[in-house]
């Protein structure tokens, strides 16, 4: 008998799975075509299923709730997105381990929904949360951490040096990596913009990721926001930038950095 429940649980197992990562394809496929409703739609039937797995499904059930909260921010549903995104953390924080990657992008998914809204300093209670856990477990020149910063530039408007939340932000970023020495370019192109028909007075900035090699050439650069034809020019120009090599522990290294591009018209 007791071979037979292990069996049928077994099976059920397999079906939640199986019904979840189905209804997350079709979210991930009305998403595409900006049909978000339905995205909506699968996403909280694929979160049932794993619901009734947890705690084994912590990591999907976390990812997937952090898809349906961004899916519905987009639909218009604000005040939804966010309680949705805090119980992505709360999940997270309450079963997975304080450095799990998981946990790590739903404090930033926290971060970067509150600097949309322009609730600045829950986000940037959430960045720096975000950011000591990207140094703790990645590193300080790792992709994470300056992606966070990356995300920042993105989500939330740029404030004066004189501006109290960001001055007391970069007071607790110190706290976290100490006073660093910025990377000084030799050689940053201006990106050649080519905006489509209609929006040649386009304005905003690309926020560039880019990974440095030992040389201080740019091995790889990927946009982490910006429209389009910004994204592709930013990140033409950073391949083609040149920096000055970083050290450490006496070797060059590797390092991850961010470039930041505005066109102003």
Not at 165 to 183: A, D, M, T, W, Y
Not at 233 to 247: I, P, S
């Amino acid at each position: 008998a007791n071979e037979i429940i292990g069996a049928n649980e077994e099976i059920k197992n397999k079906f939640s799975q199986q019904a979840a990562e189905a209804h997350i394809l079709l979210a991930e496929n009305h998403y595409s075509r900006q049909n978000f409703k339905d995205s909506v739609n699968n996403y909280q039937t694929a979160i049932k299923f794993l619901e009734s797995k947890l705690p084994t499904t912590t990591v999907s059930y976390v990812a997937v709730l952090g898809d349906l909260a961004t899916t519905q921010y987009l639909l218009g549903n604000k005040q939804e997105a966010t309680k949705t995104f805090l119980l992505a953390q709360k999940i997270a924080a309450e079963n997975l381990t304080p450095d799990h990657p998981e946990l790590f992008r739903a404090i930033l998914n926290v971060g970067n929904h509150f600097g949309r809204l322009g609730k600045i300093d829950e986000a940037n209670e959430a960045h720096v949360r975000a950011l000591a856990l990207a140094h703790t477990k990645f590193g300080y020149d790792s992709a994470e951490f300056w992606g966070v910063l990356g995300w920042r530039n993105c989500v939330m408007p740029r404030f004066a040096a004189s501006d109290k939340n960001s001055k007391e932000f970069r007071s607790r970023l110190e706290s976290i990596v100490g006073i660093q020495p910025p990377i000084k370019a030799k050689h940053l192109p201006a990106p050649q913009y080519k905006p489509p028909l209609g929006s040649e007075t386009a304005a905003g900035t690309v926020s560039i990721l880019v990974l440095i090699s030992e040389a201080g050439d740019v091995l790889r650069a990927g946009a982490v926001c910006g429209t389009s034809f910004m994204r592709t020019a930013g990140e033409q120009a950073a391949l083609n930038a040149k920096f000055e090599v970083v050290m450490r522990n006496g070797n060059p290294a590797q390092v991850f950095r961010l470039v930041v591009f505005s066109r102003n018209m």
